[in-house]
């Protein structure tokens, strides 16, 4: 095309276009934003918007992108294209699916898909992942046998078709889902923020002249895939391996075995050794283990560098097939991130042996309740909450209290949540001495207490997601471990093999109160190497006891 030298030998119109591509993708999140009905999505912001070119490939994303969404986003993208090559596509057509094989591991994560056309031609492709308030199926986020026990499974289709809704699709999902009009709410939004950016995309075409965008990705995917392969060869070439153990659903842990091998620009990441896949809904499924690899050995090698897929090219992945990072379908998936989310942990106490300095320690992993049920008055309610733990220390800094990792996900307002629930947080609070000790310390955890009032008409079911109950996270280089996430029912302490625990929701009654108490991440280096100017402040900032300290 008359405009790829332009493109790729200009670093500074480069620079221009990519920036102008984040910025509409920008636009397109708050429609979303603005746009959506659940917590999950307008507060959690659960999510990701991204532009694609004509063949799928990534342009950008939005900022507040969830990094697993990201980086499986261009996977889904050749996977609409594959049922619905782009010389079938046309103006209005809107693409959906929840496929977990095909999409982000587990079915309440919907893609919606819109192609762009400009000037009579298939220019590019906006998508949005978003993850749903309720896709039916059961309550129970692990209890479930299979896949089809966790909700309604939406292959790959056409939501509308050439601007017309498919509204038996959309009448399936009616009356498969406890909260359609969210549901249907949230769709809408989805499909809203990528007009938006489609929108922009066309405007931005007009003002420089472009007469696509395959060159433009491919300026883009080329820099961020040399900017990987850089930084993979700085590394010294060798075998890193690193085990983490995690909860499993039975009495036994789950253990994931790595190995990162790094070989001149390319590392291959392999998973050999791994626990099977199990009968119960912890599985991940091939695309979140992916994601949450590369994206880990990103943000340890070229945090700085915008994420596309040209940053994961020089990283292949590879874990036995049934395992419960490969999970085959029908298992269950609905929990996956009870697995999937010891991923960074296990790749940074892997590259822990080749750049000590720039990796973080294990963290403390937090929890994600889903709230459901009825009134008096027949008016069903349904909120997420997330709950963030402690991150892992690093080799200069302490790590962050409180946050949710290793998802970019947000916490809901307690004040929302609380008028879209009956249910009250009566505590919201740090937990002291939970980071694990270290020259530099873990993030602390914290403890939140639900509870259902007295005089609630009714009853509510929480679906939960705690972690890291048997063991907590461990430190590296001398530092100690975190402590361990603690759940209790109307104060009976829950353990990892309870009824409750294992199926993954608890019913509360007017009255019943739950409190969970999430893990801290891990220390870094030595506890006695740690400046006592720092110490001071744990215990004046109220993050380590006054007793602890004399302990150690």
């Given amino acids: 095309m008359n405009n790829a030298p332009s493109i790729v030998d200009d670093p500074i119109r480069l620079e221009i276009l990519r920036s102008r591509l984040m910025s509409l993708t920008a636009e397109a999140e708050t429609a979303l934003l603005k746009a959506s009905f659940s917590t999950i999505i307008s507060l959690s912001q659960d999510f990701t918007v991204e532009a694609h070119d004509a063949r799928g490939y990534g342009l950008a994303h939005s900022r507040r992108s969830v990094s697993e969404f990201s980086a499986i986003l261009p996977i889904t993208m050749r996977h609409f294209l594959a049922k619905y090559p782009a010389e079938t596509l046309e103006p209005g057509d809107v693409l959906v699916t929840n496929d977990p094989w095909q999409c982000a591991g587990h ?14 031609g298939l220019v590019a492709f906006m998508s949005s992942m978003a993850h749903h308030s309720d896709v039916g199926g059961t309550m129970d986020d692990t209890g479930a046998r299979d896949v089809f026990e966790e909700g309604l499974w939406i292959p790959i289709t056409k939501l509308y078709r050439a601007g017309k809704p498919n509204e038996d699709v959309f009448d399936i999902i009616r009356a498969n889902v406890r909260t359609p009009d969210k549901v ?3 769709l809408h939004a989805q499909i809203a923020a990528c007009q938006v950016g489609a929108r922009q995309l066309r405007i931005l075409m007009d003002e420089f002249g472009l007469e696509e965008y395959d060159t433009l990705a491919q300026a883009l995917y080329d820099r961020a895939k040399q900017a990987m392969e850089t930084a993979i060869a700085a590394l010294p070439d ?29 590392i291959h990441v392999d998973y050999a050794g791994t626990s099977p896949q199990v009968p119960a809904g912890i599985n991940s499924a091939w695309n979140f283990t992916f994601a949450e690899t590369v994206n880990a050995i990103k943000s340890v090698l070229i945090p700085e560098i915008p994420s596309t ?67 008096a008055t027949g008016t069903r309610f349904n909120a997420h909450y997330l709950i963030g733990a402690g991150l892992g220390a690093r080799a200069t800094l302490d790590g962050v209290n409180t946050l949710k990792f290793p998802t970019s996900s947000a916490n809901v307002p307690i004040e929302t949540f609380e008028t879209q629930t009956p249910l009250v947080i009566e505590r919201k609070e740090f937990v002291p001495d939970s980071g694990g000790l270290g020259k530099f310390r873990g993030g602390v955890g914290q403890r939140v207490v639900f509870r259902l009032p007295a005089d609630f008409e009714g009853a509510a079911t929480l679906s939960i997601r705690p972690q890291m109950i048997a063991a907590g996270a461990q430190g590296l280089a001398g530092g100690c471990p975190g402590h361990k996430t603690q759940m209790f029912l109307n104060g009976t302490l829950l353990s990892r093999t309870s009824e ?14 739950l409190m969970t108490i999430e893990a801290g991440g891990g220390g870094f280096g030595p506890p006695e190497e740690r400046d006592p100017a720092l110490i001071a402040a744990d215990v004046a900032g109220g993050y380590v006891s006054a007793p602890s300290v004399a302990r150690s």
Wanted: with cysteine; proline share 9%; net charge negative.
């Fill in 107 to 120: 079915l309440g994560d919907f893609t919606i898909a819109l192609p762009v056309f400009h000037r009579g």
């Fill in 309 to 375: 897929e040209g940053c994961f090219a020089p990283i292949t992945v590879s874990a036995p097939e049934a395992s419960i990072l490969n999970a085959r379908p029908p298992a269950p998936v609905k929990g996956r991130t009870r697995t999937g989310f010891h991923i960074p942990s296990a790749i940074f106490g892997a590259l822990a042996g080749a750049v000590p300095d720039k990796v973080q320690t294990p963290s403390g992993l937090g929890n994600i309740i889903a709230v459901n049920g009825e009134d």
């Fill in 238 to 266: 060798g075998d890193y391996p690193y085990a983490v153990d995690l909860d499993g659903v039975e009495n036994e842990p789950l253990h994931i075995e790595v190995v990162v091998a790094v070989r001149g620009s390319t």
């Fill in 184 to 186: 249907t709410g949230d």
């Fill in 500 to 513: 409750v625990v294992r199926r993954g929701s608890v019913r509360l009654e007017p009255g019943d109160q």
